[in-house]
């Protein structure tokens, strides 16, 4: 709105356009606590006017198209399956590295990022005890030890970005990674009429 309504352009005279972080911000400051009671007051208010009768109750499902590339999508599914994946090699993975290293991570059937972290422990500690320098470089000769534990640090970094994909989800199937709040929807308006999704905010209430 603060780009195409001639109301807001005026009222911010000039300055930048505040992004969406900065709204998000200051709703979650000042206007969370005070909410429900901010609509409270503004429906009796419509109620004493005679704007509303008060015994309407409607869903607004309008949607607004962010301003996100289409591009940048997170499909939950699609992230779900993957750790899904990654989850089975590493339960090979472990395995491998207890009878290579011979030692031991408890773990019941499935391997999760705290037996993950249990072991990268124990290779450090291989490599403390046994004085194992790393080596780096073209024509450097890496030890098994190194390779592993480089192994398992790849592991724990695409995990991490996992959990973080799924968590930034929360209930809903997709969001954009360059504005975590939009979701990816069919919109109303679709000049293509070819059902693209986009990337846009429900505003459902």
């Known amino acids: 709105a603060c780009h195409r309504d001639v109301n807001f352009m005026y009222l911010l005279e000039d300055s930048k356009a505040p992004d969406h972080a900065t709204l998000a911000r200051f709703r979650t400051l000042h206007f ?5 009671k901010l609509l409270a ?4 208010f419509l ?15 309008t949607k607004i ?7 940048t999508f997170v499909w939950k599914k699609a992230v779900t399956k993957n750790q899904a994946k990654l989850l089975i090699r590493l339960t090979a993975f472990v395995a491998d590295c ?7 991570v408890v773990y019941d059937n499935k391997v999760t990022l705290r037996h993950i972290k249990k072991l990268r422990k124990k290779l450090y500690r291989i490599k403390s005890e046994e004085s ?3 080596v780096h470089g073209i024509g450097r000769r890496k030890m098994p030890l190194q390779k592993s534990i480089e192994q398992i640090e790849g592991y724990i970094d695409k995990l991490k970005e996992y959990n973080k994909k799924i968590y930034n989800c929360g209930s809903r199937n997709s969001y954009s990674k360059t504005d975590h709040d939009a979701t990816f929807m069919r919109m109303k308006e679709d000049a293509m009429l070819n059902g693209q999704l986009k990337p846009a905010y429900n505003l459902q209430h």
């Open 47 to 61: 109620y004493e006017i005679g704007e509303v009768s008060g015994e309407t109750i409607f869903i607004d499902g």
């Open 32 to 36: 969370a606590s005070i909410s429900k």
């Open 132 to 134: 194992i320098e790393f």
């Open 65 to 71: 198209e962010a301003n996100a590339n289409k591009y």
């Open 41 to 44: 007051e503004v429906s009796n």
């Open 98 to 104: 207890e009878e290579q290293y011979g030692i031991k």
